[in-house]
Each structure stands twice: as C-alpha cells, then as structure tokens.
C-alpha cells in the first residue's frame, strides 16, 4: 500500500516568547528560528521515518526548493509537488514557556492547486492506497471526490477547522486523525466521550482517532474504544507532535498492526517529538520509537 500525502507546504518562522501574546498586546521574542513545515511536510516525514512509501503532492512558490530538498533528503518522493509563481507558505509560530503554540498561517503557494495535477496525482494510486488530507490547501472538496471514486482510502485531518471544510463530504471520509480543539469545532461537544458518541452517530463508519495531549489518545471503530495513556517526557516544542502520532497511526496500519499496539507506539514517537525543537527535524524514526 503506497500513501499520497497531498498538503500544505511551508516555512515555519518559531519564535520563542514567555505567553502567547493576547490581543492588542506586543512583547518581546527571546530567539526566532527558521524551519521547513507545513501539516503535509510534516505528516510526509512522519510517515517516510515510520518507514512507508509516501507520496507527497502539492505546491510550491518560486523560493520552495529547500522544502523539496529535506522531503527527498527523508525519502518522500516529490513528482506530484508543482512549482509556481509567488512566494511559498508559510507559519509564525509561537512557543510559550510551557512549550505550548500558537500558530498563524499563511497561504501563499498552497492556496494555488490545480484540479489538473490533483488528477494526474490520483491516477496513480489504486483501490486501498491512503489519500492523507489536511485543511491547509485549497480545492478539498474536489480531492475528496476524486479520491473517493477511486476507492481510495482517505485520512482527515480537518485542521485548521473552517469554512472551507463545509462544502466537504465528511461521509467519504476513512479515519478522521483529530485533536480536542477539532472534535469540539466538529461535534460542538467538549468532553471526549461526548465527542466521540457525537463521532459516531453522524459518521459510523469511520475509525475515528481523538487525540488529547497529556491525557493521551482514544480509537473508536463503531461501538470498539481503545484508550492510551501519554508517554510522560520533557516538553520542549509540541509544534509536530499531531503530525507524528498521524504518520505513524497510518505505518501502524499499513504494518498489521493491531489498533491497541498501534496507540502505543504513536504514544511514544509524539513523545520522542514533543521533547525536540522544531516540526519535521523533531520527528523521530522507527528505530528509535
């Protein structure tokens, strides 16, 4: 089974602050640095390091090419990735001094798909291949579709959760990779029981993944829950823990394993992440999990 991973590409601009800054508020940043992200990148070299074959597709600007660079330097292949005019995208990062962020993005590049290229991308893939979504680009819709015609089976990960996500037939969806903030935008429910009956009621067919940071993760397929605690670690940087636990859940499946054992190891290698600085640089490889 071969995965397309078809997602935003960005720089990541993380600056190091003592609080998310409040609104109407300036303060003054201890340190920037500078790092190639994006929830495509980084879900790509999650799933490259798991050791999958991973496809990623999606668009750079004209100033795109170390991104390129580090995906092939971790074995993501890039045929399906389109150079354009303008400036790639990009994040600004906060890290508090509890190692919590706050993101802003910005577009640029990813914001610029083509219907074309998402179908010369599909029609390389057959039945049973993963198609990995997230909301950082633009026509999902069209690439849920599409996918779904194929037989494609499709990962969601509706972040950042907005408007753009209403015209998306969520019933097409295989697994939905969500986080607390994700499952109260979809559901309008708080509590994680709550969350995942509401889960389970519009979309039962779906494997759904809640994950709940330190108070670890819950799977749920129809009536089937599975908890797993966190892995306790020193938190540096929680930027690419989401993506880790995603590219590694998808390995899990890929590699027969069981739901339960897969958890724990997704446990582990988010906590490996969250205790490193920056998103693709901090995710670890199998080995090491």
Do not use: W
Not at 1 to 30: C, R, W
Not at 208 to 229: D, N, S
């Amino acid at each position: 089974m071969k995965v397309l991973n078809y997602g935003s590409l960005n720089y990541d601009f993380v600056y190091q602050v003592d609080h998310i800054t409040e609104p109407g508020e300036t303060q003054a940043s201890d340190k920037r640095e500078t790092f190639c992200g994006g929830k495509g990148l980084n879900q790509s070299i999650a799933l490259a390091k798991a050791g999958v074959k991973v496809f990623q597709g999606g668009t750079v600007g004209s100033d795109g090419q170390m991104l390129l660079d580090v995906l092939n330097e971790y074995g993501v292949d890039t045929a399906f990735v389109r150079t354009v005019d303008g400036e790639t995208g990009h994040a600004v990062i906060q890290v508090d001094r509890n190692a919590q962020n706050g993101i802003l993005l910005f577009g640029g590049a990813n914001m610029r798909q083509s219907k074309t290229e998402m179908d010369k991308a599909l029609e390389q893939f057959r039945p049973e291949d993963f198609l990995l979504i997230q909301n950082e680009i633009n026509l999902l819709d069209y690439l849920i579709d599409r996918a779904f015609e194929r037989g494609l089976r499709i990962v969601c990960n509706p972040s950042p959760y907005n408007n753009a996500l209403d015209c998306c037939d969520f019933s097409k969806i295989s697994i939905f990779m969500l986080n607390e903030v994700e499952g109260f935008q979809m559901t309008g429910k708080r509590e994680p029981d709550k969350i995942l009956n509401v889960m389970a009621e519009q979309f039962p067919a779906a494997e759904i993944v809640l994950t709940l940071g330190e108070e670890g993760a819950v799977y749920q397929k129809g009536t089937e829950r599975i908890k797993q605690a966190c892995v306790p670690t020193d938190v540096v940087d929680t930027t690419a823990a989401g993506d880790t636990f995603t590219g590694y859940f998808i390995a899990g499946i890929i590699d027969g394993m069981c739901p339960a054992d897969n958890l724990k190891r997704c446990a582990k290698a988010s906590s490996i992440a969250v205790s490193r600085k920056g998103a693709a640089p901090s995710i670890p490889f199998a080995e090491e999990v």
